[in-house]
């Protein structure tokens, strides 16, 4: 009798989709985690191909980017016009960035994030290393920064400072 009624109050929690069974959950997690990743890959093939609006269409509509030193570009049109500018630098210094594929993703839901490191390199040798954190939502089956930063592991060296100017003659 005790068994006929666990195995009736199992059947009926199973069937409304209450509780999830570990695989199901594992494999929906993991299709996530895959997905978010497959953002920052298609990000560094995009930004060392020169491509920004391939970059920018991975943002959400009101994504707001927050690189270092600089003030945060809010807005598909702001983070294209920051990444078009940053692109042509790169490219003019020879520079390629390369993202570890090794992340920590999480997923909650319709959220995610990823947080990483990066290398900087230029004519075959490392400039810069550093971190990221990207935050994702996922909309309508598709995963979108919403919050993308990054900064290096070492600080900027020092700006060289003003000329002084010239001592007056002495009388």
């Given at each position: 009798?005790?068994?006929?009624?666990?195995?009736?109050?199992?059947s009926a929690v199973l069937a409304s989709g209450f509780v999830a069974l570990p695989g199901h959950a594992l494999a929906a997690g993991n299709t996530d985690e895959a997905a978010i990743r497959a953002q920052t890959t298609s990000w560094a093939k995009a930004y060392n191909g020169g491509d920004a609006k391939a970059i920018t269409a991975l943002y959400a509509e009101d994504a707001i980017l927050l690189p270092p030193?600089?003030?945060?570009?809010?807005?598909?049109?702001?983070?294209?016009?920051?990444?078009?500018?940053?692109?042509?630098?790169?490219?003019?210094?020879?520079?390629?960035?390369?993202v570890d594929p090794k992340t920590d993703v999480?997923?909650?839901?319709?959220?995610?994030w990823e947080s990483g490191t990066y290398t900087v390199i230029v004519?075959?040798?490392?400039?810069?290393t550093g971190?990221?954190?990207?935050?994702?939502?996922?909309?309508?089956?598709?995963?979108?920064?919403?919050?993308?930063t990054w900064n290096a592991d070492v600080a900027p060296a020092p700006a060289a400072p003003?000329?002084?100017?010239?001592?007056?003659?002495?009388k």
């Open positions: 009798m005790i068994r006929s009624k666990i195995i009736s109050w199992l030193g600089a003030p945060a570009a809010k807005g598909r049109a702001a983070i294209l016009a920051f990444i078009t500018k940053d692109i042509a630098s790169s490219k003019e210094g020879g520079a390629v960035i390369k999480g997923v909650s839901g319709n959220m995610g004519k075959g040798a490392t400039v810069e971190k990221f954190l990207s935050v994702s939502s996922k909309k309508d089956g598709k995963w979108l920064y919403i919050r993308d003003p000329a002084s100017p010239a001592a007056p003659a002495k």
